[in-house]
């Protein structure tokens, strides 16, 4: 009879060495990997986080219109701080479909051709009515502020149209260009220990903003005015661009490549964007 031959002491405490050095890289390099996973997670959020801002800026500044001193309604921007710009932001552009005539208080505006974002809010909108006095003269070309106090559905021709409410319009010729704008505010602000860039409407009178990007660092949202030769101005009549810059961090603290002390990483973008006049002097 064969007599079997188990393990000594010996070589079970060396099998179990070899499978807790075996256990524990296998255990590093899943923790190294998670963390790499999270870190990289969190930097695709950041990179993603400050391009939105170099979308949704451009799109509401490219819109903006200004002439070298000239009067407040020839300016879309009202208030121009290194942290926060408050602009009057178009919403809409139609065209009249019906004179309204010497007097009137109302404007027809068709819907077929009307393009914006949204209706026109009488709570939140005005309008303004392109003012064409010499056709072969563009120096005496503006735009009329007009306050609107109502809106409604009518009709124009046959066609559906917006009746706009005023205390006067002016007397245009059919197929003036209108454009319907609200005032609106972009700025830095703090919430919760957190940098967030906010925008509120001035115009339906909300106080507080509402955040659309971040956490930022605590000057990760800057702006810089530019007039037609490229150099900072103050003088809002003469702002042809503007330069943002945007700098966010991550949601959590992460350690770079899975490895080092835990941080926020952050990144920066900078863009300029030139305004609908820019080539103007």
Known sequence: MTQRRGFTLIEVLIALIVMGVVTGAIYRLLNTNQRLALAQAEQVSLQSNVRIGSIIVPNELRELNTWWGGTPDRNDITVANPD????????????????????ATELLVGTSNWMGLRDPDATRDDLYIFIDGDPYDDDDDTWSQVDITAVATSA??????????????????????????????????????????????????????????????????????????????????????????????????????????????????????????????
């Open 84 to 103: 926060l710009v408050e602009y009057r932001a178009m919403r809409g552009m139609g065209l009249v479909c019906q004179a309204p005539g010497a007097g």
């Open 156 to 281: 124009c021709g046959g066609d559906p149209a917006f009746r706009l409410s005023a205390a006067a319009i002016p007397d245009v010729p059919v197929n003036t260009p209108v454009r319907l704008f609200e005032v609106m505010e972009l700025s830095l602000y703090a919430d919760a220990g957190e940098w967030w860039m906010g925008a509120r409407s001035v115009s339906a009178g909300e106080v507080a903003p509402q955040p659309i990007l971040g956490p930022l660092t605590a000057n990760g949202f800057g702006l810089e005015y530019m007039d037609s030769t490229g150099n900072a101005t103050a003088d809002r009549t003469a702002i042809k661009s503007v330069r943002l810059r945007v700098r966010g961090m991550t949601d959590d603290a992460v350690r770079v490549n899975g490895a080092g002390p835990m941080g926020r990483p952050e990144e920066q973008l900078v863009t300029q964007v030139l305004l609908r006049n820019s080539i103007r002097p």
